[in-house]
């Protein structure tokens, strides 16, 4: 930390250190090779007559951390106004803060890569399909944050992603499935037991016939509604977005927006989660925030800067956009987000949910996103199953489209199982959504022409 500690007693300042090691290799049939990055950037933030000027750099030597602060300071004057009420995080001194993190991820990344690409060539051989693209990644990473009221935190956690496109390996009109893998720890027997499953629906979709325009039933996957629901429901309950008068939640507070059986919480305290920590990326200790509570939505979310314009303390929800590379953290600069958006789970197991089902069970989409402005969304069937009384029949040519408000208000049944989804365009994002399946009644599927 040589060369930020005198900037810290010059200036009102913040310093944002991070630290990324990964490591990662693809999973098809060709490739061969392997890579292993280390990168590390860092943000000063300087507080100047009630601006907050901002400045980053990746270089770690006194001169260019020198003139980083410089032009953090020069920035402020361009800044916005802030609320007297902001400040940086105040602990009243050192505090050293340890997360979670998986001890063989960190010490054999490089090694268990490879070994996680054999093992996903071996189960793919035995259970008859080919994998097509896709990569393992496995991740450490660590940030540390100090500032001029004395603190110096740091956190540190690893996480395991698999992303995989795979097709069934026969002469029938081809099953592909694309499919995410993302957790905190590394569990070798939950790992294979996520890819046979995945193995197993590839084989299924083979075949599959097209789909009428009517009103269904539906049964979606945690791939489906995940990704979609962080990015609603995780933006309409940030700071940022209410301070912009466009968050879909203004003027519901404490209102009724979901089905009574839908409650939401930001948990960063989830021992298997991508955004698990126990300080933000202000040093602010994190802490579970119930977001909409038997479906009445209950509170926002707020890093420093967007509780000053609120009076209100801070949720510790601050966030940089993502650790792919110290680029890429700072350029979106701060906002208030989710850690790991978290639904509650309900009693009913999927299995019991499907056999008494008469529907469509929608297992993956094309692209899994909506609106986070309208809450629209509208996608292409690529994995799904018209399911009578328990047999299941691959579908496909349909687009489900349709609003996220009318989503969590009509869900009747959530299943007691749960999975972790992330953004499936970026898996290292830094935000997830755990949730269970959603089981939605009298949905219009469009036939696609």
């Known amino acids: ?74 920035s402020s004057a361009y800044a916005e106004k802030l609320p007297k009420g902001f400040s940086f ?86 099953a592909e499935l694309s499919s995410t893998y993302i957790k905190r720890m590394y569990h070798k027997n939950d790992f294979r037991s996520w890819l046979k499953t995945r193995f197993d629906i590839t084989k299924k979709c083979v075949s599959p016939q097209k789909l009428k325009t009517a009103s269904y039933d539906l049964i979606l996957s945690p791939s489906v509604a995940g990704p979609i629901l962080l990015d609603t429901i995780g933006y309409w309950a940030s700071g940022k977005s209410k301070l912009d008068g466009i968050s879909l939640f203004e003027g519901k507070e404490k209102k009724t927006v979901a089905s009574a059986d839908f409650t939401v919480t930001d948990d960063p ?63 979106a600069g701060d906002f208030s987000g989710m850690h790991n958006l978290s639904i509650k789970q309900g009693t009913e197991s999927l299995e019991s949910m499907l056999a008494g089902f008469s529907g469509i069970y929608i297992e993956a989409v094309g692209i899994p996103s909506a609106d986070h402005e309208t809450g629209n969304f509208g996608f292409e069937l690529r994995n799904a199953f018209f399911v009578d009384k328990g047999v299941m029949t691959p579908v496909r040519y349909a687009i489900y489209s349709g609003k996220v408000q009318d989503l969590i208000r009509d869900t009747q049944t959530l299943s007691k199982e749960r999975e972790t989804a992330t953004d499936s365009m970026a898996p290292e994002f830094n935000s997830a959504c755990i949730t269970p399946y959603f089981f939605i009644e009298n949905q219009k599927i469009s036939a696609a022409k």
């Open 89 to 174: 995080t105040d602990t009243g001194g050192k505090t050293s803060v340890s997360g979670i993190f998986d001890n063989r991820i960190s010490k054999d990344m490089d090694t268990l890569t490879v070994e996680l690409q054999q093992e996903c060539k071996q189960i793919a051989r035995d259970s008859g399909v080919m994998l097509t693209n896709g990569k393992i990644k496995l991740m450490e990473f660590k940030y540390t944050i100090m500032n001029s009221y004395g603190i110096e935190k740091t956190e540190r956690g690893t996480y395991i992603s698999a992303v995989i496109d795979s097709k069934a390996d026969t002469k029938l009109p081809l």
């Open 269 to 331: 305290t989830h021992s298997n989660a991508p955004s698990t920590f126990s300080i933000d990326m202000e040093g602010t200790k994190t802490k579970k925030t119930n977001i909409i509570k038997n479906g009445v939505f209950s509170n926002y979310i707020y890093d420093n800067k967007y509780s000053s314009h609120f009076n209100t303390a801070s949720t510790g929800n601050c966030k940089k956009a993502t650790y792919m590379g110290s680029e890429k953290i700072y350029t």
């Open 1 to 74: 930390m040589d060369g930020f500690e005198s900037i810290l007693k010059k200036s009102n300042a913040e310093i944002f250190i991070s630290e990324v090691r990964f490591a990662e290799c693809p999973i098809d049939s060709d490739g061969t090779y392997t890579r292993s990055v280390v990168e590390t950037g860092y943000m000063i933030r300087t507080l100047k007559d009630g601006r907050l000027g901002i400045s980053t750099s990746n270089i770690l030597n006194k001169e260019a951390i020198k003139k980083t602060a410089q032009q953090s300071v020069v």
